[in-house]
């Protein structure tokens, strides 16, 4: 791989041991790649304060400088951390402070975690703490290289907003964070943000559940590859997209789509393929939403629903709202709960609406920071959950070892008044 | 099972080196590709996502040939994870190169092998012996699963 004199000059310690480790890593991912070069990078998002075991003994072991150097930049030994080369943003992470009471997390997890924002937030980093941080301030331009995990904002960033990020990891952030370079490979490259199939589809798609329910029939079909949409849907909004991206990238590893006339690298179907050779479509229908509402919905069987968890990825102001509005007045089913996950600067915006005051007068939650599945945490006992993530029902049941039920918000709201699911594909 | 047969014809593919090194031992093939967050558990070595194939089946120790990484980008951290806590796969064999695999296999630090010139989850099975030359470039069959 070709290094500039920059970044061999960072390899070779002029700026530290960290950043050292950091671009070895760089050399050594870039070369697993067969990547021919590094790209300058001035957007990452990534996890270093997230708990767990592993993390735990290597703060007691080091402090967090310990723990960075080993998770974040994969070295052997503990490395003083310097602040951020470029401007960085923690992602999702544990549970904090504001789920004592409801989420039976380890307490010490928590003080870790605050102990870490103190730490990565005193080198630059933004504690955001949301796999959406392009709902709350991280907003890359069109064309600006980044480096971002959660592979659904990944798969918004490439394919809404035109920034260009492959799907990175823990230890390809930190290094990024500390040297502002990643592997120029895959997205970052015109020819990889073409179109690879085309997806027609033939049924109705228009509210956020079939959202959802093509993203993560597309995803099965794709995988890794680039599907270009056309056909028989409403333009979404931003809650439409982060939920067909983030299904899209869980049945499947799509990074990068394109919605004819809605994302901005497809004005045209032309425009989406370039210079390939538009492919015959794969169509998406009814018996194909069909199929992908079933299988969503396999790992249930029980109707006795005891945990409801709306806000994945990271819910907007408009689906707090929306919750708001369906439970007002109402009141949660006894033995049932209701989280709906937030980026905390929108969980402050909802408290000051007044729609978290609405959502708790009928028992249930607005939680920041996390969510079930990043902390393998839900109500203690809980058997059956129903969502309307296609996401979550796709992961939390192999997590948590519980049934999913997968449906529209409504029929969420009423499992959680009722306590029974009664969801159907209408 | 095990009767006389011909010695089957010398199994070798080629591929290209994600992470370089050496390694022999027994194979573990994934029909499917692997999510690393949400689908092993790091713990114990295991995949776990429910709608897997291999759900329940332990990979520490062995040679996991796969067709690929999908899913979370917590994937890579996952996998760096089995290696700090003695779980870890031994090798790595996938057909499609994605980062997070690529990433994965560099974390794990285990010798690994991608874009192969056959598609290694066709032609290994779970329990074949092979010697995985990531420098070389090779994965070669030493002896059949149900054949020695």
Redesign the interface.
């Known amino acids: 791989m070709i290094l500039t004199d920059d970044e061999q000059r960072m390899r070779d310690g002029a700026e530290g041991p960290a950043v050292a480790a950091a671009m070895d890593l760089l050399v050594r991912y870039g070369q697993a790649l067969d990547a021919e070069r590094l790209c300058t990078v001035r957007n990452v998002a990534g996890t270093t304060t997230q708990p767990s075991p592993v993390k735990a003994r290597l703060v007691a072991e080091g402090g967090w400088d310990r723990a960075f150097s080993i998770i974040n930049l994969d070295a052997d030994e503990t490395l003083p951390i310097p602040p951020m080369a470029v401007p960085t943003c923690q992602l999702q992470q544990g549970f904090g402070p504001d789920s004592v009471g409801t989420v039976p997390y380890p307490p010490e997890f928590v003080e870790l975690q605050t102990d870490g924002e103190a730490f990565v937030g005193a080198r630059g980093v933004s504690v955001l703490a949301t796999c959406t941080p392009y709902q709350v301030g991280n907003l890359p331009v069109r064309g600006e290289h980044c480096a971002w995990m959660e592979s659904s904002a990944v798969v918004y960033a490439n394919s809404v907003l035109g920034a260009r990020t492959n799907c990175e990891g823990g230890a390809s952030t930190g290094a990024a964070s500390l040297t502002g370079r990643i592997p120029c490979w895959g997205n970052h490259h015109d020819a990889h943000r073409l179109g690879t199939h085309l997806v027609r589809v033939d049924t109705p798609v228009s509210e956020f559940r079939d959202w959802g329910l093509l993203g993560y029939a597309v995803g099965d079909v794709v995988q890794e590859a680039r599907p270009v949409i056309v056909g028989d849907h409403a333009l979404p909004d931003l809650t439409d997209l982060k939920h067909f991206g983030a299904a899209a990238a869980s049945s499947g590893g799509v990074e990068m789509y394109h919605i004819v006339g809605v994302t901005p690298e497809a004005p045209t179907v032309a425009a989406a393929f370039g210079e390939r050779r538009v492919p015959e479509p794969v169509v998406f229908g009814e018996a194909e939403k069909r199929a992908a509402y079933d299988r969503l919905n396999d790992q249930g069987s029980d109707t006795d629903v005891d945990f409801v968890l709306l806000g994945c990825p990271h819910a907007s102001l408009e689906q707090i709202h929306d919750v708001a509005r369906a439970l007002d007045g109402r009141r949660l089913a006894d033995g049932t709960q209701l989280w709906i996950m937030a980026p905390r600067a929108l969980a402050v915006v909802a408290e000051r609406s007044g729609h978290t005051a609405v959502i708790e007068a009928a028992g249930g939650r607005v939680l920041t920071d996390s969510c079930p599945a990043m902390s393998r945490a839900a109500p203690v006992g809980t058997r059956v959950f129903a969502t309307d993530s296609a996401k979550q029902a796709h992961y939390l049941p192999a997590i948590l070892g519980i049934q999913a039920w997968f449906g529209t918000t409504a029929e969420c709201v009423d499992a959680a008044v009722t306590g029974r699911w009664r969801g159907e594909l209408s | 099972m095990t009767g006389l047969r011909p010695a089957p014809a010398r199994v070798v593919l080629r591929g ?1 080196a ?2 370089p090194g050496v390694v022999t031992g027994e194979v573990l093939v994934s029909p499917e ?1 692997i ?1 690393g967050w ?2 092993i558990d790091p ?1 114990t070595g295991t995949i ?4 897997h194939p291999l ?1 329940g089946v332990c990979f520490t120790g062995r040679i996991l040939v796969f067709p ?10 996952f996998f ?2 089995t290696r ?2 003695g779980t870890a796969p031994i090798g790595m064999v996938f057909a ?5 695999a ?6 794990t630090r285990v010798p ?1 092998l991608a874009d192969l010139d056959d598609d290694p989850v066709a032609v290994l099975r779970t329990g074949d012996r092979v010697r995985l030359d990531a420098t070389a470039g090779v994965v070669e069959l030493l002896e059949r699963e149900g054949e020695r």
């Open positions: 290209r994600v992470v590709t999510s949400g689908g713990a776990t996502e429910a709608r759900a690929g990484a999908k899913g979370s980008s917590g994937w890579s951290g760096q994870t700090l806590l499609v190169t994605t980062t997070k690529a990433l994965g296999a560099v974390v690994a």
